[in-house]
């Protein structure tokens, strides 16, 4: 066997194994410095201010727009996702959370797979790899365009065609060298569904989300205030905003997510407003100890229920 024939086919058992250990895809891409045009826009965006009250998206920018100095020698990026669809939803009448926070955190379940599959790599390569999730200044969404796992779309979400883009995404960092999948060019074609859904506003140019507008960031990352403009534009939402991915066609065809990690937990779908209104901070602890939630702390979430409860008296624009 060649050696190129070799490099496929290490590539294609690594695709086969993230399978078997539950991602729901798994694409490669050649590790190298972001595109420049990619890398000015998001300067750009963080000059403007879009990102908002998150300001360590502008940290580690020299690793951002380079993952090579995030590890060194790494030639490919194991980029995966894992669909997170509910199986079951929370009662329409109650305070609404983001679907990706009904079950466990994800970073966990995810962090838990992609070092399971680093073992599996190491195996090939010898090399141990550098798990990433989130938590790394790694593009996300650009890197899983260039593995071939889909495209960003005007939502600023990534899309996989025929599945839709209720996926968390994760990558494996390896000095493994593998041949690269093709890139997804966008499909979004003359649609404009989610700009022209978003409550308030907030997906300001095709894939550019102001972060000050978003109702998904204000209800999540605002530790002060949320702008009245917001507020009354926030609806039935108390964490999160699923608004421009479920008007999306695309997600005409998500498939419930099969892990169970992942299922809305019962004290979550008991949450009526009756239970929020009395929720103590110990309540809230237990409730989401093994939830994304965590993250709008127990007087965040308090706050986004006294606008739910304003906006359910007739207050929603
Ligand atoms: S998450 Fe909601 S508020 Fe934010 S861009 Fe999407 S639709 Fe707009
Ligand atoms: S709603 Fe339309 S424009 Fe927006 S991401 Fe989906 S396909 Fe693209």
């Not at 290490?10 to 695709?15: D, F, K, L, V």
């Not at 890197?143 to 994760?170: D, E, H, M, T």
């Amino acid at each position: 066997m060649d050696s190129s024939s070799k490099l496929f086919e290490q590539r294609e058992s690594i695709r086969v194994e993230a399978l078997r250990i539950g991602f729901d895809a798994c694409g490669f891409a050649r590790v190298d410095e972001v595109e420049s045009s990619m890398c000015d826009a998001y300067r750009r965006w963080l000059d403007e201010g879009k990102q908002a009250q998150m300001a360590y998206l502008g940290n580690h920018l020299d690793l951002r727009e380079d993952p090579r100095q995030l590890y060194l020698g790494a030639r490919t990026m194991i980029c995966v996702a894992l669909n997170y669809y509910p199986v079951r939803f929370q009662p329409r009448e109650n305070p609404q959370f983001a679907y990706y926070s009904y079950g466990d955190d994800y970073h966990e379940v995810m962090r838990r797979k992609l070092r399971q599959l680093a073992v599996f790599v190491t195996a090939l390569s010898g090399d141990e790899g550098r798990v990433c999730c989130d938590t790394a200044p790694v593009r996300e969404r650009y890197w899983a365009v260039r593995a071939g796992l889909g495209f960003i779309g005007k939502n600023a979400q990534l899309i996989i065609p025929g599945r839709g883009s209720f996926f968390f995404l994760g990558e494996l960092l390896t000095t493994l060298e593998l041949p690269p999948d093709n890139p997804v060019s966008s499909r979004c074609g003359d649609c404009r569904l989610c700009m022209e859904h978003c409550p308030t506003g907030a997906i300001v140019a095709p894939g550019e989300v102001d972060a000050r507008l978003c109702i998904s960031c204000q209800t999540i990352e605002n530790r002060g205030d949320i702008s009245s403009f917001v507020a009354e534009r926030m609806g039935n939402r108390v964490y999160g905003c699923d608004t421009c991915q479920l008007c999306c066609p695309w997600n005409k065809s998500a498939t419930p997510s099969v892990h169970p990690e992942f299922v809305l937990t019962e004290e979550l779908f008991a949450l009526d407003a009756d239970r929020f209104e009395t929720m103590t901070s110990d309540e809230y602890s237990r409730i989401f100890r093994r939830s994304a939630v965590k993250r709008a702390k127990y007087a965040g979430l308090k706050r986004n229920f006294e606008i739910w409860k304003k906006n359910r008296n007739g207050g929603e624009k």
